[in-house]
T-cell receptor, first 112, second 110 residues
Framework: DADVTQTPRNRITKTGKRIMLECSQT?????MYWYRQDPGLGLRLIYY???????NKGEISDGYSVSRQAQAKFSLSLESAIPNQTALYFC???????????FGQGTRLTVV | QKEVEQNSGPLSVPEGAIASLNCTYS??????FFWYRQYSGKSPELIMSIYSNGDKEDGRFTAQLNKASQYVSLLIRDSQPSDSATYLC??????????FGAGTRLFVKA
């Protein structure tokens, strides 16, 4: 089983719908992140959390919200999906003082 | 605005050759640099990290850092078809401050 698990892996949704992407990890890391990846733009940080009570906006947080339900769980919500939120979404974790990020398998989201 | 620039490629090399991937960055303060490999449709995985000027070797991979010129490179010796992937350059102290480049696609021809 993967250390960082994302569900669903693929999702097609309609404009205006609310959708939640879920991430769980078994690595025991405190730090969790949500990125989106678009062709030619690299990975861009949406939100990050250093522990259950510490949640921070990244560079592209507009239109997104998150919930850190437990140390191991970090969910990303699109309140009202729009087509330009079509992208590949990655959850990642890292340990305190360690620079490497461990990524989930990704969620391919299409908003039509 | 901190930026990491990479040539999007594709970079095509024959099997057994040396693949050279380059990255420039704009933030002189950054101390840590990383190379991630990402296969099509898969998640990025860290293959090299480098923190000081010079070369760092790990198997067939060598990372090179030149802070004065603000560039970091990745050399892959004896390239194999299995090395075909997108390589992401990243900089920062790690964690949330990591800034990723858009990636260079590498294609190794058998």
């Amino acid at each position: 089983d993967a250390d960082v698990t994302q569900t669903p892996r693929n999702r097609i949704t309609k404009t205006g719908k609310r959708i939640m992407l879920e991430c769980s990890q078994t690595k025991g890391h405190d730090r969790m992140y949500w990125y989106r990846q678009d062709p030619g733009l690299g990975l861009r940080l949406i939100y990050y959390s250093f522990d259950v009570k510490d949640i921070n906006k990244g560079e592209i947080s507009d239109g997104y919200s998150v919930s850190r339900q437990a140390q191991a769980k970090f969910s990303l919500s699109l309140e009202s999906a729009i087509p330009n939120q079509t992208a590949l979404y990655f959850c990642a974790t890292s340990d305190v003082g360690v620079t490497e990020a461990f990524f989930g398998q990704g969620t391919r989201l299409t908003v039509v | 605005q901190k930026e990491v620039e990479q040539n999007s490629g594709p970079l095509s090399v024959p099997e057994g050759a040396i693949a050279s991937l380059n990255c420039t960055y704009s933030d002189r303060v950054s101390q840590s640099f990383f190379w991630y490999r990402q296969y099509s449709g898969k998640s990025p995985e860290l293959i090299m990290s480098i923190y000081s000027n010079g070369d760092k070797e790990d198997g067939r991979f060598t990372a090179q850092l030149n802070k004065a010129s603000q560039y970091v490179s990745l050399l892959i010796r004896d390239s194999q078809p299995s090395d075909s992937a997108t390589y992401l350059c990243a900089m920062g102290p790690g964690g949330f401050k990591t800034i990723f480049g858009a990636g260079t696609r590498l294609f190794v021809k058998a």
